[in-house]
């Protein structure tokens, strides 16, 4: 079994920022990508930022220039630096990783999620 668990969410004023952080645990023999999403009410789940274990990164043109992913392969951890932040940013965020565990299968794992909300 593999666990996801974000942290960093909560309630911030435009233009102001938050880091999201995303712990991968368990039966991890490599991490191939990890990823943000969120969800806004109403809305779809939409691909916020990913990075793949060669460090390429890709992001929705709605955060370029405000968001940056990173990520701490020794920690299998990804992180979220928001800045500049927008009420439109307001969602609940969710990571995700393609997890290869030591069954050599790989397989997509999601946190829980964490609340972003950004007062205007």
């Known amino acids: 079994q593999v666990q996801l668990v974000e942290s960093g969410g909560g309630l911030v004023q435009a233009g102001g920022s938050l880091r999201l952080s995303c712990a991968a645990s368990g039966s991890i023999f490599s991490i191939n990508a990890m990823g943000w999403y969120r969800q806004a009410p109403g809305e779809q789940r939409e691909l916020v930022a990913n990075?793949?274990?060669?460090?390429?990164?890709n992001y929705a043109d709605s955060v370029k220039g405000r968001f940056t992913i990173s990520r701490d392969n020794a920690k299998n951890t990804v992180y979220l630096q928001m800045n500049s932040l927008k009420p439109e940013d307001t969602a609940v965020y969710y990571c995700n990783a393609e997890v290869r565990t030591y069954s050599r299968s790989y397989s997509l794992y999601w946190g829980q999620g964490t609340q972003v909300t950004v007062s205007s």
């Open positions: 990075i793949i274990s060669g460090s390429s990164t």
